[in-house]
């Protein structure tokens, strides 16, 4: 169980290197002026728009606003805390990785049933928010799972030794 963990863990960690850096770089820019982005991002935005037909990044539905207000304020620095207490081995990683996955969850079920339902989304744009909602069920469930061991992923090992209770 411990190596599955860890390999859940790596795979986390990617995710959450992800929405670290996409929150606000490229999501951030439909709450926020354009003028607060470098041209190359605005171009980034406007080609992930235009290859996924991402209608909802253009039409801005006030329901979408919400969300990406949602994600800058609340998710993108559990994401940050995700990185670190998977990095660190932190014990209150199970937490913030709970309460992360059951955020995303519902607000990518809010944008699935618009997509869904709306039947304006392309089939890239749909596997892309699935790939999200899988993440987000990973996150979780990850999250209802104790720690197997205090090991670090990446970083310091524990000395040898240092585990042994001293005899009197």
């Known amino acids: 169980m411990g190596s599955l ?21 490229i999501c951030a820019q439909t709450v926020l002026p354009e003028t607060s982005f470098p041209e190359a991002l605005i171009h980034l935005k406007q080609c992930y728009s235009d290859d996924f037909q991402d209608y909802l990044m253009a039409d801005k539905p006030h329901f979408f606003v919400a969300l990406v207000w949602l994600e800058l304020t609340f998710q993108w620095p559990l994401a940050l805390l995700n990185i670190y207490g998977i990095l660190a081995s932190k014990s209150w990683f199970n937490t913030i990785c709970l ?7 519902t607000s990518v079920s809010a944008v699935l049933g ?12 749909l596997q892309l928010y699935w790939v999200f ?36």
């Open 114 to 125: 618009e997509l869904i339902g709306s039947h304006k989304a392309s089939e890239k744009l």
């Open 133 to 168: 909602m899988g993440a987000g069920v990973v996150a979780m469930l990850r999250g209802l799972v104790p720690q197997s061991s205090k090991t670090p992923i990446i970083g310091k090992r524990p000395a040898a030794g240092m585990g042994r209770k001293k005899r009197a």
């Open 99 to 105: 309460i992360y996955g059951a955020s995303v969850i």
């Open 5 to 25: 963990c860890k390999v859940v863990d790596t795979l986390l960690l990617g995710a959450f290197l992800a929405a670290f850096l996409m929150a606000p770089l």
